[in-house]
């Protein structure tokens, strides 16, 4: 007995009888058709158009920075100040017209004595002898163990 569908033998009766991935082969031509379309066939205006191209791309990947959680940038416009931006992503002018320079304002430098911090990686912590430099003498010549942290905040000034 025939089958009463009248889409059976033609890809199914959920197809057109489309094969599978014609759609994107497609929309590739039509892309590609697009391009040429836009492209100039001649050579040195191929050649112009795709110097604008990388010029546009250049620009574009030159106009974006990131600046870190700890830190602030300083934007200028052809050497000169123009403004403070805090930590994100930032978009400025390209090609070196806006310069970004990312100064580290929360950053905590410090200085142990007496003592090293376990896993501490600054060679100027650790004593030269491998003792420890905790004894001291105080001004009515007792002996003490002193141990102290000089603690400098960086922070950034209005």
């Known amino acids: 007995m025939p089958s009463q569908n009248p889409n059976v033998g033609r890809g199914g009766p959920w197809g057109s009888g489309a094969k599978p991935g014609s759609d994107l082969q497609d ?15 001649g050579g040195l205006r191929r050649i ?7 010029l546009v791309g250049l620009g574009a990947w030159t106009a974006y920075y990131t600046v ?29 017209i806006d310069a970004a320079t990312i ?7 410090k ?7 376990p896993g501490a990686t600054d060679p100027y912590q650790i004593s030269r002898d491998g003792k420890r430099e905790t004894q001291m003498v ?21």
Do not use: C
């Open 27 to 41: 929309l590739v031509q039509q892309g590609q058709d697009r391009l040429k379309r836009i492209m100039p066939s």
């Open 48 to 54: 112009i158009v795709l110097v604008v191209l990388a």
């Open 68 to 96: 870190p959680s700890d830190s602030v940038a300083v934007v200028q416009r052809f050497g000169k100040y123009l403004q403070e931006v805090p930590p994100g992503l930032h978009f400025k002018l390209p090609l070196g």
């Open 103 to 109: 100064v580290p304002v929360k950053r905590q430098l």
């Open 111 to 117: 200085q142990e004595f007496g003592f090293a911090t």
């Open 138 to 158: 105080t001004g009515d010549l007792n002996a003490a163990l002193v141990e102290w942290v000089v603690s400098i905040p960086h922070l950034r000034s209005r």
